[in-house]
């Protein structure tokens, strides 16, 4: 069975740091890309940063300078480093990975907030 599990989300001041991870069990053979999206209430899931195999990060431009993604192709992970977070980057984060079909984590909330 196919599992995506994240951690890292929770409550933060702007300004301030988090660091979310997602694990997969899909293989690392079959992966094309893994990344992260986010989601508000109402709204469209959207893209935050992707990261394709042997290739170069792409983030959206409103996280741009801010956040990075990394991946460790040898512990199957990949990580969202979100830095300077802002109230507008509240959102449920959800892993995605990518093989012939897409896969999608659970979800983890992502609260910025004095």
């Known amino acids: 069975q196919v599992q995506l599990v994240e951690s890292g989300g929770g409550l933060v001041q702007p300004g301030g740091s988090l660091r979310l991870s997602c694990t997969t069990s899909i293989s690392y053979f079959i992966i094309r890309a893994m990344g992260w999206y986010r989601q508000t209430a109402g709204n469209q899931r959207e893209l935050v940063a992707t990261?394709?195999?042997?290739?170069?990060?792409n983030y959206a431009d409103s996280v741009k300078g801010r956040f990075t993604i990394t991946r460790d192709s040898a512990k199957n992970t990949v990580d969202l480093q979100m830095n300077s977070l802002k109230p507008e980057d509240t959102a449920v984060y959800y892993c995605n990975v990518w093989t012939a079909k897409n896969y999608w984590g659970q979800g983890t909330q992502v609260t910025v907030s004095s």
């Open positions: 990261i394709p195999r042997g290739g170069s990060p």
